[in-house]
C-alpha cells in the first residue's frame, strides 16, 4: 500500500522521531504484493558477532522516506541470548526487561502457550536459545528480492563468525492472501510524529513511544530503556510467531457449519470481522465487496458505534477483539495501549478452499508474525491471556479468538443476530504455534555500537538469564 | 518462569498431612491448655471425616506476589504514609465513599472489593483488594484512564513514584505482602462474569414468567 499520498505539508512539518535512525520495517507497511526470506542466525563468537554485525549494518534499511514504496530492504533484530555472545556488559543485559531475558518459550506460561502450542512442540531452532540473529528481508518484486537476498548473504556467507540455522521464504502468495485466504495486515496503527495523516478509520496517531524506545508513550513519559542510551534510543522489540495454519481443520469447520457456499463465507468473515477481499462487515453487511476490501482510504473507515452488539461485526471475531475502537467495554481499558505494529509473512502452499484433510493440516503453511512495539512483551502477554484466549473484555465467558486462540474442548463462537445468537460448537484451533522468539530491533546507530564493543568489554563476564 | 505443578498421589497427600500434624503437635506443645484441646479435637475431625476434596479451581500466584484461586487474586499492601497523609488521604476517601467511588471502581470492572485502613497513629496504609487475574498488566490501563485518581490514593504513600512512572509496578510490589490464608467462595467468576450471570438469571426469570 503507497503511503505517499497521505504525505501533507502538515504531516511533513510534525516528524518528530529520528527516521534515519529507526529501522524501515517498524514503519515501512508490507508492500503488495510482497517477496521475502527471514533467516536466522547463531553467532559461533562475540567477535565474529559484532564483525557480522559491522559488515551487515550498512545494508540495514532505514525508516527515511518510509511511506516511499518501491524498494526492498533488510532488517535485523537480536534474541537475549544473541546479546550475550555479541559480549553487550553485564550491566547494560540486566536494563533489558525480564520477559526479553527469559524469552517466548520460557514466558509460555504467561503467554498461555499450553497443549499443542506447548514450547516443547516447537520446530527447532525455536526456542532452544540457539537463535541470535533474525535478519529479514522484504522486496515488493521478485528481482528486487533475489538481488537483496544476494546482498544479505554475502555477509554471512563462508564467514566462520556465525552460523546459518534456518532460512525460510515466505511471500508470493496468489492476490497476498494469507494462509488461510484472507486479505490482511489492515487496520495499523497511526504512530504520532512519523509523518503521515493516518487514513480514515485509523483512529488519532498514537504517541510514539508506544511502538519506539526514547519518546513520551500513552501515559506521557518514555518506557523504561536498555543502557546505555545509544543501545536504546530509536530501538524496539519484536515479538516474533511462526504459526502453522490447520487448513484442513478451517475448511471443514467452514463446510459442517454452512450449507452452501455463501453460508461458509458468510461464516469465514464472521470469524475475522471481515471478508476474504478485507471488506469489513460494518461496511459490507451481506456480501464480500472486493473494490471495498482493496481501498486503504475505505477499508478500514468505520466504527462500532451502530453495532454495540455485535450484529454486524461479532464482539469475538479476530478483527474486533485485537482493535475493540469504541467498543464499549464491561472492564477499564485503553484501546490505544494495547496495539502492536503488525508484519505478517504468509509461507507455503496457498490456501486452498477444497483442502479437507487432516493430512493437511500437518502442511508446512502458516504465518510468520511480527509484532513491533516498545512493550512488545507486555503486549503480547496481555493480548495472549485477555483478548485472545479468553472473553470477560468481551462479555463472552471464556471464548477464544477463533483464529490465533487456542480453542480447548467444547469451546465455542458465538455470532449475535436476531432473534437470537447463533453459537457454533467445538471450534477447533486454526493457527497451531510452531516457533517464537522476543528479539530487540536496535536502532541504526546502536547496531554500529554493538558492533564496534570494544574487547575488553567482551572480556568481562555476563551471565545469561 | 513456569511453575511446574505437581500431582501427588493419595499416600504422598496422608504422609503429608501427618507431617503437618506432627509439627503442629510440637508448636502446640507451650500453648495454653484451650488450644490444645482444640488441635486434638480438630485432628480427630479431620481424620475421620471423608477426605478433602480438590480445590474447585487452582491455587496457584497472582503474578509477581500475592496469592490466586481460579480467576481471583489477592493484594495486601502495608506502606508508611508522608506526614500529614493520613489527614489528607481520609479526606479524600470521605468523598469517594459511596456512590460517587462506587461508580468509579465499578467502571474498572475487575475489583471485587478493596479497602483503605490507617494502622498506627496515622503512620501507615493498609490496602487490601480482591481482584480479577493479574493487575500488573491493567496499571497501563488505569495510567492513561484514571491516573489523577490512582494519584490522590497512593500520593500519600512515602515514594509513590506516580501511576504513570515506568517504576510504579516495582514500587508496589515492593511493598506487597502474601497473605497466610485466604479464602474465595467463587473463585472461577470474575466480576464481569457475575455480572453477566446476573443479567442471564434475571432474563431467564423473565422467560419463565412470560411462558408459564
Known amino acids: ?465 | 518462569m513456569a511453575t511446574q505443578k505437581q500431582v501427588k498421589t493419595k499416600s504422598e497427600q496422608s504422609t503429608d498431612l501427618e507431617e503437618k500434624v506432627q509439627k503442629l503437635r510440637e508448636l502446640y506443645a507451650d500453648a495454653p491448655e484451650i488450644g490444645k484441646t482444640a488441635l486434638e479435637n480438630v485432628i480427630r475431625a479431620l481424620k475421620s471425616g471423608t477426605p478433602a476434596k480438590e480445590p474447585a479451581a487452582p491455587v496457584g500466584t497472582a503474578g509477581r506476589i500475592g496469592r490466586r484461586q481460579g480467576k481471583v487474586s489477592e493484594l495486601t499492601v502495608i506502606a508508611p504514609l508522608a506526614p500529614g497523609g493520613a489527614k489528607r488521604m481520609r479526606a479524600f476517601l470521605e468523598i469517594l465513599h459511596g456512590s460517587i467511588g462506587n461508580e468509579m471502581v465499578d467502571m474498572v470492572g475487575t475489583v471485587h472489593d478493596m479497602r483503605f485502613v490507617i494502622l498506627d497513629n496515622d503512620t501507615k496504609l493498609l490496602f487490601c483488594t480482591a481482584y480479577d487475574l493479574d493487575w500488573d498488566p491493567y496499571i497501563e490501563d488505569f495510567a492513561t484512564k484514571i491516573p489523577d485518581i490512582l494519584d490522590l490514593q497512593f500520593g500519600d504513600v512515602e515514594g509513590w513514584p506516580g501511576v504513570r512512572s515506568p517504576k510504579v509496578k516495582d514500587f508496589i510490589a515492593s511493598h506487597q505482602i502474601t497473605a497466610d490464608f485466604w479464602y474465595v467462595a467463587n473463585p472461577n467468576l470474575t466480576v464481569v462474569e457475575t455480572r453477566r450471570l446476573e443479567r442471564i438469571g434475571k432474563a431467564t426469570e423473565e422467560f419463565l414468567d412470560k411462558i408459564s
Open chain 1, 1 to 465: 500500500m503507497s503511503s505517499e499520498d497521505r504525505v501533507g505539508e502538515d504531516s511533513r512539518n510534525c516528524i518528530a522521531v529520528d527516521l534515519h535512525d529507526i529501522q524501515a520495517t517498524i514503519l515501512r507497511h508490507r508492500p503488495e504484493p510482497y517477496f521475502g526470506t527471514h533467516v536466522f542466525l547463531h553467532i559461533n563468537d562475540a567477535h565474529g558477532g559484532r564483525e557480522f554485525l559491522r559488515r551487515l549494518a550498512p545494508h540495514i534499511g532505514s525508516a527515511a522516506d518510509w511511506w516511499k514504496a518501491g524498494d526492498a530492504w533488510i532488517a535485523v533484530a537480536i534474541s537475549y541470548p544473541g546479546l550475550v555472545a555479541l559480549g553487550v556488559p553485564g550491566d547494560s543485559l540486566r536494563s533489558f526487561p525480564e520477559a526479553f531475558r527469559a524469552g517466548m518459550a520460557a514466558r509460555a506460561e504467561e503467554l498461555h502457550d499450553y497443549g499443542a502450542n506447548d514450547p516443547k512442540n516447537w520446530e527447532r531452532p525455536f526456542g532452544s536459545g540457539q537463535i541470535h540473529v533474525q535478519v529479514s528481508i522484504v522486496s515488493p518484486t521478485e528481482d528486487k528480492w533475489h538481488r537483496t537476498m544476494e546482498t544479505a548473504r554475502q555477509q554471512y556467507e563462508g564467514f566462520s563468525g556465525v552460523t546459518v540455522l534456518l532460512i525460510q521464504d515466505f511471500g508470493a502468495q496468489p492476490g497476498s492472501l494469507n494462509s488461510l485466504g484472507y486479505k490482511d495486515s489492515i487496520g495499523q496503527p497511526a504512530i504520532e510524529g512519523s509523518g503521515v495523516e493516518p487514513l480514515p478509520g485509523q483512529g488519532r496517531p498514537i504517541k510514539a513511544g508506544e511502538f519506539i524506545l526514547s519518546y513520551p508513550g500513552e501515559a506521557g513519559v518514555p518506557l523504561a530503556m536498555p543502557q546505555p542510551d545509544t543501545l536504546g534510543r530509536n530501538g524496539t522489540y519484536v515479538g516474533l510467531r511462526k504459526y502453522q495454519s490447520r487448513v484442513g481443520a478451517f475448511n471443514r469447520f467452514l463446510r459442517e457449519n454452512g450449507q452452501n457456499d455463501e453460508e461458509r463465507e458468510l461464516l469465514a468473515a464472521k470469524l475475522v470481522g471481515r471478508w476474504r477481499s478485507g471488506a469489513p462487515l460494518t461496511l459490507a453487511p451481506a456480501k464480500d465487496d472486493a473494490a471495498l476490501g482493496e481501498d486503504p482510504h475505505r477499508n478500514n473507515d468505520f466504527t462500532y458505534a451502530n453495532d454495540p452488539q455485535g450484529k454486524q461485526v461479532p464482539l469475538g471475531c479476530h478483527m474486533r477483539r485485537m482493535n475493540p475502537r469504541d467498543t464499549k467495554m464491561p472492564v477499564l481499558t485503553d484501546v490505544n495501549i494495547h496495539r502492536l505494529i503488525r508484519r505478517s509473512t504468509t509461507y507455503g502452499a496457498p490456501y486452498d478452499a477444497n483442502t479437507i484433510s487432516e493430512l493437511d493440516d500437518e502442511g508446512a503453511r502458516g504465518i510468520y508474525f511480527l509484532f513491533i512495539s516498545a512493550k512488545a512483551m507486555s503486549t503480547l502477554e496481555f493480548l495472549q491471556q485477555d483478548w485472545i484466549n479468553d472473553g470477560t473484555f468481551m462479555n463472552l465467558g471464556s471464548e477464544r479468538d477463533p483464529l490465533v486462540g487456542l480453542q480447548e474442548e467444547r469451546n465455542t463462537f458465538t455470532i449475535p443476530k436476531e432473534p437470537v445468537r447463533r453459537r457454533i460448537h467445538d471450534i477447533e484451533t486454526f493457527n497451531v504455534l510452531r516457533g517464537g522468539e522476543y528479539l530487540f530491533m536496535p536502532s541504526l546507530s546502536a547496531l554500529k555500537w554493538l558492533a564496534g564493543l570494544n574487547a575488553e568489554a567482551a572480556e568481562r563476564p555476563a551471565r545469561h538469564g
